[in-house]
């Protein structure tokens, strides 16, 4: 069990670029979440896959937005033409199961993303 | 919609001062209460998950209590080196309160 694994940990961009974080699930976790987390708020939920279908998007996931998962393992979240407002820490994480459950979910180590 | 509401949302302490941190939840059926430990610059770190009130956890000089309206992590005799965000989060959305920053003072 290596934990959760994102790349690239920081991530300094121009804005009007586009930018892609991956990130790597404990092995057999069915569940893959993404949040993004700004200084001092708590993590906010974006979207969730059960394998390779994204069940859930939250209304914070603009069309700039775009996140996938192909084969169930790894999945990347992808932000077009980046504005500012987008520089945030982004969270992955994973989970053990399938449909609604109380199992805990593991946070890898976020991807800092800077607009300028 | 679940709602949750952590309070304070700072605490500075002295070490060796016990307090508790407090997590109130608006849910349609909780599945799990979870907390966390953040510290800077880093992922939210697994600390407890709480099923059913009533239920508690511990862990060194931390405890978590769960009730049917909230949850409480007391933290008993603390150390410098329990400086951190602490999250807690609900159910399977994981919709995560804004965290208490606790900060002990040697």
């Known amino acids: 069990d290596t934990g959760v694994s994102q790349d690239p940990r920081h991530k300094i961009t121009k804005r009007g670029q586009n930018v892609t974080f991956r990130c790597d699930p404990i092995s057999e976790h069915n569940r893959l979440y993404w949040y993004r987390q700004t200084l001092g708020q708590g993590p906010e939920f974006l979207t969730y896959?059960?394998?390779?279908?994204?069940?859930?998007k939250s209304r914070l996931l603009s069309d700039r937005f775009s996140a996938e998962r192909p084969k169930g393992s790894f999945s990347t979240l992808e932000i077009q033409r980046t504005e500012q407002g987008d520089s945030a820490m982004y969270l992955c994480a994973s989970q053990r199961g399938q449909g609604a459950s109380g199992n805990t979910i593991y946070f890898g180590e976020g991807s800092w993303l800077t607009v300028v | 919609e679940d709602q949750v509401t952590q309070s304070p949302e700072a605490l500075r302490l002295q070490e060796g001062e016990s307090s508790s941190l407090n997590c109130s939840y608006t849910v349609s059926g909780l599945r799990g209460l979870f907390w966390y430990r953040q510290d800077p610059g880093k992922g939210p770190e697994f600390l407890f998950t709480l099923y059913s009130a009533g239920e508690e956890k511990e862990k060194e000089r931390l405890k978590a209590t769960l009730t049917k309206k909230e949850s409480f992590l007391h933290i008993t005799a603390p150390k410098p080196e329990d400086s951190a965000t602490y999250l807690c989060?609900?159910?399977?959305?994981?919709?995560f309160g804004a965290g208490t920053r606790l900060t002990v003072k040697p």
């Open positions: 989060a609900v159910n399977n959305d994981m919709r």
């Open positions: 896959f059960q394998n390779e279908a994204q069940l859930e």
